[in-house]
């Protein structure tokens, strides 16, 4: 996890909302309107993940939401972030969306490039002001 103040029990609540064990996974649970889609090599290490949702934008219709991209950097990071591309791309047609949202932490430049080398360009920008403390 590169986010220091996500606590693991935190991150492990958040992921069994959307855990499915099965393998290979069905086809149902491609159907689902948001979701947690990870990378794992053949012996079952986790080299990269994302989370999803599909939502309705106004101006275009229905567009498929990716956040938390994470790859690990020890393995050959452009083949992870392509089976990632593939996975946005199969949900992305599955759903019937008309794009694809991916939100990229700000200093991630190598995260950047290959979605701008992938034909991403920037619609929307997303501000973020935290709720204030009681």
């Known amino acids: 996890m590169t986010e220091a103040n996500i606590t693991l029990q935190k991150w492990q609540e958040f992921v069994a909302e959307y855990v499915c064990t099965d393998d290979p996974v069905p086809e149902s649970q491609w159907l689902r309107d948001k979701g947690i889609v990870v990378i794992r090599n053949d012996r079952g290490y986790v080299h990269g993940l994302f989370s999803y949702e599909v939502r309705t934008d106004i101006s ?8 938390n991209v994470k790859a690990v950097e020890i393995v050959a990071r452009e083949h992870v972030l392509h089976c990632m591309r ?4 199969r949900l992305l047609r599955l759903h019937g969306c008309a794009a694809t949202y991916v939100a990229v932490d700000e200093p991630n430049m190598r995260l950047k490039s290959f979605f701008s080398d992938a034909g991403f360009v920037p619609r929307k920008i997303r501000y973020c002001a935290p709720a204030p403390k009681p």
């Open 60 to 67: 275009i219709g229905t567009v498929l939401h990716v956040d």
């Open 86 to 89: 593939e996975a946005m791309d």
